[in-house]
């Protein structure tokens, strides 16, 4: 089985991320008529839907999150908590229709009013009961006439009334029935989604699809030559972290990673520590295999790094041209450890 990785693999993900940058840049077009700032991407309350992500063309909320989940620990988005919505603990539905229960005899029938409560005497009903055919508010315990609010009686905004039982009550049991499964819970029972509003980097976004493209096209040459490779998968270290290359390839009839590939478009910035953090993930990951695509080309100084970890190096200008350097470096590894042995 091939080990869980990002799903932009997926043709209808890639596809739908491809949507969302179009959107986002036009978004960051009209807002702020500078392409390259960061665009804002948060839930918002739709009538008849509830909270949705409005920029994501897929058809639930549930759906929206798992997609934008999977993007959480990459460079091209930050994340921030945004607005907490109810979600139904057996299947997920944020989509509720709320019922009451008496908490005396447990009936669905309540009403509510306002009531009275006739100081003199201790007298509390509902408003409607007090009122004399003249409209006067008259006390049906003691027959005195009502003066005034403050004076000897007050009113009660919101009280309960069972149509079964008859009991007044100042509180009800509140169930919530979701309109997808059809369960009733309580909303103690109920669980909690937290919505995150996410900043995304468009630039990076449009370099990660770029890039996407070529692997896929590196993934179809491989396959062609028996050679299974998966895009942004993720492998489980020997810490029980989970680490994403862009690139991991199979060896035939196994499980564990063969190669890993990671793309590094360089600024000579935060190149070293991008390096650096390949190397960590190979080593967690007990990957021997491994190779470095620069775009366009790496600095001088940390070849000998590349060199002392056994990483080879790709250099192209574009990401276009480098897939087929990839798939022929992979090739000759692949050749090279498994064919030969055959």
Do not use: W
């Not at 201790?122 to 009502?146: E, M, P, R, S, T």
């Not at 049991?173 to 103690?188: H, L």
């Not at 491989?222 to 690139?247: E, M, P, W």
């Not at 041209?321 to 798939?327: G, K, P, R, T």
């Amino acid at each position: 089985m091939i080990p869980h990785g990002q799903s932009i693999n997926k043709p209808f993900e890639a596809v739908e991320l491809a949507k969302l940058l179009g959107r986002l840049r036009e978004n960051s077009r009209s807002t702020a008529n500078v392409f390259h700032l960061p665009a804002r991407l948060e839930p918002t309350f739709q009538s008849g839907r509830g909270f949705f992500y409005p920029d994501i063309e897929l058809s639930t909320l549930e759906e929206q999150t798992r997609f934008l989940e999977k993007f959480e620990r990459t460079d091209i988005v930050t994340h921030s908590p945004s607005i907490s919505v109810m979600q139904c603990s057996f299947c997920g539905s944020h989509k509720f229709c709320s019922t009451f229960n008496c908490k005396l005899c447990k009936s669905p029938n309540i009403s509510r009013s306002s009531a009275i409560v006739h100081e003199p005497c201790g007298n509390i009903d509902f408003y409607d009961k007090y009122v004399a055919v003249d409209g006067a508010l008259v006390c049906q315990k003691c027959n005195k006439n009502l003066k005034a609010v403050g004076l000897d009686y007050s009113r009660l905004d919101c009280i309960y009334n069972c149509v079964n039982c008859k009991a007044m009550l100042s509180d009800i049991d509140q169930f919530y029935k979701c309109i997808d499964c059809g369960k009733s819970i309580t909303r103690e029972e109920s669980q909690i989604l937290l919505l995150s509003q996410y900043v995304f980097d468009v630039d990076k976004l449009s370099s990660i699809l770029n890039g996407g493209k070529s692997m896929l096209s590196v993934i179809r040459e491989l396959d062609k030559l028996g050679i299974r490779a998966v895009y942004q998968c993720s492998v489980t270290g020997a810490s029980n972290l989970s680490h994403i290359f862009s690139l991991v390839v199979f060896a035939e009839k196994q499980e564990r990673p063969f190669l890993v590939v990671d793309i590094i478009e360089t600024d000579h910035r935060t190149d070293e520590m991008r390096l650096l953090s390949f190397i960590g993930k190979c080593v967690d990951s007990r990957i021997e295999n491994k190779i470095i695509v620069a775009i366009p080309n790496l600095e001088e100084g940390l070849r000998e790094l590349i060199k002392t970890n056994g990483i080879i190096l790709i250099e192209s200008r574009v990401m276009e041209n480098m897939a087929f350097e990839v798939v022929k470096t992979i090739d000759e590894m692949y050749h090279r450890v498994y064919r030969d042995k055959g």
